[in-house]
Nanobody, 120 residues
């Protein structure tokens, strides 16, 4: 199973910014699309951003214009720059490969995630 490690979360005031990092030792990292998911208390996990092998991004409407996903294949790392944060962005954030397959219901192993808390 592929193991991802998420980091960079924290407590921030509304309007603030955070940059999350997702890394893995998996040597096929560079040939997989990667997605950032989040799960708020009492809600289902949702895909918020994805990046293709070639670097093309895709965003959920709720974060479009505020979040930016990028990848550095040399470092086996995907980033999520989050700006203009809102209390509704409060959640545990996870990353994983093949995000659209997961979104369609495929089983996936998950890391521990990183907590993002946005205060009003």
């Amino acid at each position: 199973q592929v193991r991802f490690v998420e980091s960079g979360g924290g407590l921030v005031q509304a309007g603030g910014s955070l940059r999350l990092s997702c890394t893995t030792s998996e040597d096929t990292f560079s040939i997989n699309p990667i997605g950032w998911f989040r799960q708020a208390p009492g809600k289902q996990r949702e895909l918020v951003a994805a990046i293709s092998v070639g670097g093309s991004p895709n965003y959920a409407d709720s974060v479009k214009g505020r979040f930016t996903i990028s990848r550095d294949n040399a470092k086996n790392t995907v980033y999520l720059q989050m700006n203009s944060l809102k209390p509704d962005d409060t959640a545990v954030y996870y990353c994983n490969r093949d995000p659209f397959t997961i979104e369609r219901g495929a089983f996936a192993y998950w890391g521990q995630g990183t907590q993002v808390t946005v205060s009003s």
